[in-house]
């Protein structure tokens, strides 16, 4: 059985910092690709940024310039660094992930990380 746990969420005042991580364990050899959505109250889950096997990395327009992703294979953990925070950051932080590089690969959850930005 796969698990993903995130932490590192919290309260952080506008322009603010935080880190989430995201584990991942049970019977896996390696992780395909990591991924981090968000979710704002009243809105739809959106992608946020994700993370090949080779390091490449995708990220939200939104996001830009302000978080960084990054992976430690042999952990099987993804990072999300947030810097610059602002209130429309705020919702609940995702992390996914595949174990596979096939294109119809399974993508596992966690549950969830809340992130508030205070102005």
């Known amino acids: 059985q796969v698990q993903l746990v995130e932490s590192g969420g919290g309260l952080v005042q506008d322009g603010g910092s935080l880190r989430l991580s995201c584990e991942v364990s049970?019977?896996?050899?390696?992780?395909?690709?990591f991924a981090w959505y968000r979710q704002a109250p009243g809105k739809e889950r959106e992608l946020v940024a994700n993370?090949?096997?080779?390091?490449?990395?995708h990220y939200a327009d939104s996001v830009k310039g302000r978080f960084t992703i990054s992976r430690d294979n042999a952990r099987h953990t993804s990072y999300l660094q947030m810097n610059d925070l602002k209130p429309e950051d705020a919702g609940t932080y995702y992390c996914a992930a595949t174990l596979s590089p096939a294109h119809n690969a399974n993508w596992y959850w966690g549950q969830g990380t809340q992130v508030t930005v205070s102005s």
């Open positions: 049970g019977d896996i050899f390696r992780v395909n690709v």
């Open positions: 993370i090949t096997t080779g390091s490449m990395t």
